[in-house]
């Protein structure tokens, strides 16, 4: 690496003292060492200028030494003065800043060293020069900081793979104190099947052909326990690209192994329990497939032969048995009815519901139209046309309907039917309310109305069955809605929902 | 020559009373031909035995065709008609059946049914199908001829 020609001097031996100093000064790599004539020339430039500066010895020798100066400092005349005051004092050390060939700047420790002959007269002045820019320092740093850190462990190789620098986290994250595992491979990180798979040699080679190696897997312990590991593996190369090392940082992951599993479990699970559920849901498909097909044919047939009986033996019944052929007729009537609403309930509860952006309006009057006539002339609508929201129109719809029926059926014999529908805007939801002048609910009993096949009533006095509030409630839910009533006994029941209000100008498709 | 019968293919004994007993009010008789289930529905149209003489067992001119029916469902009759290649591919069916089910209704109509009726509850109610029925298909309706023919060649 000398810089000076040593062609005539192949044996070291015979090197003069002074010689071996001009090849210590040379060599020296992390320090610029020049000699400055008494007219600021640059008279010797040694490795470490090269490297620090930029300029080859042959671009600089002879040239100014203030071309090492910021314009600033040259404006105020700081290398003349420097050197001024290393020619009195014999030393000027300062820091500062200086340039690099090409104009980058670095920080620097200069120390400015007057030179005088035997005689006493100044010869030159000798200048060495450090670096402390931000690399430099911070690779002090760096080192203090890997050294220091606990949760990660960082540890160096060599290019083989021994180990050559431990930290305080490697210590703690893998067993092993610095002294027992520098010099060893770092294959002992591994798992047996991870090494007879060659792991390590992959992870090396990966690192060496593209800079570095990511990756997660279980390592092992000093005590042989095992742990998740993340690891990130760096080639190190020197500044002509020579591979001089590696480092390693690793971390524990196991916690979070643990708990990546435990959630990938929770999600089969649910999977699982989804599929399951889907299953169940075809079942009781079928079910009700079955229902509407198998049961409503007996009760068709229950239906049309009383009704043929009645019609086609007429003569044959006295008032009594006329009677029981009414009695067949109402009970089958029921049974339909039931069937019917069991069908809806469980339509309800299982179908696939896409919300969409609904017209309250258009809800309530679709709903309206199944009221009987004389209903619909008692009936009082108090809704905006733009008042729109977000649930399923056909469900909307579903749910006004059993409320009015229900409305318009409780109510006592000798009271003209009064029903208001009204909705209104409160911040994020609209709330749709029926109110009638019916029967009634006492406060006990508010609650369990919303049950299934929960009457308040024998069913001479008020028809049903026991499920159109269910409906209502499982409705309600599906479409993320909220429901209750008030009422007073003898006074009235106002039903209402509430909804999620929709954009108001989606109301086009509606208007 | 007779007018030609309805067929009626349904398995419910009780329904199969209930709307022979509906056709019984109309005021002009129509003769019905009752079959029980798919396979015999095929094999009657298709003229196959016991069903090879057209004189005892004459082309209908409209199917009442129930869904679920035993061997072969009412969907697997109506596939098998349209996929002929003779004319009998253009005779009408009327579903006539419990289900309201909107998947059996598309069903239907994809596969090519030319009407979908459900079975009303009362019996008052099926005789007032059987009249618009009668009014509507052996009527109003203009029927295709099933012998001659080949629109055969016509693209499947």
């Known amino acids: ?511 | 020559m007779p007018e030609a019968p309805v067929l009626l293919v349904e398995d419910d004994p009780a329904d199969v009373r209930l709307i022979q007993r509906a056709f019984g009010k109309l005021p002009d008789m129509i003769k019905v031909i009752r079959l029980t289930n798919g396979d015999e529905a095929v094999s009657y149209l298709a003229g196959d035995a016991p069903y090879e003489n057209r004189g005892t067992h004459p082309m209908p001119r409209v199917v009442l065709l129930d869904i679920k029916l035993p061997r072969r469902s009412g969907f697997e009759v109506l596939e098998w008609l349209r996929r002929q290649t003779t004319a009998i591919k253009r005779l009408p069916v009327v579903m006539l059946t419990s289900s309201r089910h909107s998947v059996d209704i598309n069903r239907a109509y994809d596969l090519g049914a030319n009407s979908y009726l459900t079975k009303p509850d009362t019996a008052s109610q099926l005789e007032d199908l059987a009249l618009r029925f009668q009014e509507y298909w052996l009527s109003l309706n203009e029927l295709p001829d099933l012998h001659t023919g080949p629109t055969a060649k016509a693209p499947r």
């Open chain 1, 1 to 511: 690496m000398g810089r000076i020609a040593t062609a005539s001097s192949h044996t070291p031996v015979n090197l003069r003292a002074d010689e071996v100093f001009r090849r210590l000064i040379d060599s020296v790599r992390e320090y610029a060492i020049l000699v400055v004539d008494p007219d600021g020339q640059i008279a010797s430039w040694n490795f470490g200028a090269e490297r620090l500066y930029g300029y080859k010895s042959e671009e600089v020798i002879g040239k100014p030494f203030n071309i090492l100066y910021t314009e600033a400092d040259l404006k105020a005349h700081k290398p003349a003065h420097e050197l001024e005051i290393a020619a009195r004092t014999g030393h000027f050390e300062n820091e500062g800043w200086r340039v690099r060939k090409g104009g980058s700047r670095f920080s620097a420790n200069v120390i400015t060293t007057r030179l005088t002959d035997d005689a006493g007269n100044l010869i030159g002045f000798g200048e060495v020069t450090r670096d402390l820019t931000e690399h430099r320092q911070s690779e002090l740093r760096y080192r203090l900081l890997v050294e220091g850190v606990m949760d990660y462990a960082i540890f160096s190789m060599d290019p083989t793979g021994h180990i050559t620098s431990w930290n305080v986290g490697a210590e703690r994250i893998k067993g092993y104190a610095a002294d027992e595992i520098i010099g060893r491979h770092f294959s002992a990180f591994y798992t047996p099947e991870d090494r007879a798979k060659g792991l390590p040699e992959h992870v090396l080679e990966t690192a060496k052909s593209r800079g570095h190696f990511e990756g997660e897997g279980w390592r092992v312990r000093k005590d042989g326990s095992r742990f998740w590991a993340s690891v990130v593996v760096t080639a190190l190369r020197d500044d002509e690209g020579g591979l001089y090392g590696f480092s390693k940082v690793t971390r524990d992951m196991t916690d979070r192994k643990r708990l990546l599993d435990e959630l990938q479990r929770h999600a089969e699970e649910l999977e699982l329990r989804i599929a399951e559920r889907e299953e169940s849901n075809a079942e009781l498909e079928a079910f009700a497939y079955s229902v509407s097909h198998d049961l409503r044919a007996p009760l068709r047939a229950v239906t049309g032969f009383t009704e043929a009986l009645a019609e086609d033996y007429a003569g044959s019944f006295d008032k009594r048995g006329r009677e029981y052929l009414n009695d067949i007729t109402s009970a089958a009537a029921r049974m339909s009815l039931l069937v019917q609403d069991l069908l809806e309930y469980g339509r309800v509860s299982r179908v696939s519901i896409p919300l969409e952006t609904v017209s309250v309006l258009k809800a309530v009057e679709d709903a309206a139209k199944e009221v009987s006539k004389e209903a619909r002339e008692r009936l009082t609508l108090t809704i905006a046309p733009d008042l729109v929201v977000v649930a399923h129109g056909r469900v909307l719809t579903q749910i006004i309907s059993n409320l009015l029926s229900n409305a318009f059926k409780f109510q006592a014999k000798d009271v003209v039917p009064d029903v208001r529908v009204f909705a209104a805007s409160l911040d994020s939801v609209v709330r749709i309310s029926i109110a009638d002048n019916g029967i009634g609910i006492a406060p006990e009993h508010q609650e369990r109305i919303w049950n299934i096949f929960e009457r308040l009533h024998d069913r001479d006095a008020y028809a049903g069955t026991g499920i159109g509030l269910a409906i209502v409630k499982r409705a309600v839910t599906r479409l993320r809605g909220t429901y209750g009533v008030d009422s007073e006994v003898g006074k009235g029941s106002t039903f209402w929902l509430e909804l999620p209000r929709a954009q108001q100008a989606e109301t086009r498709n509606y208007a």
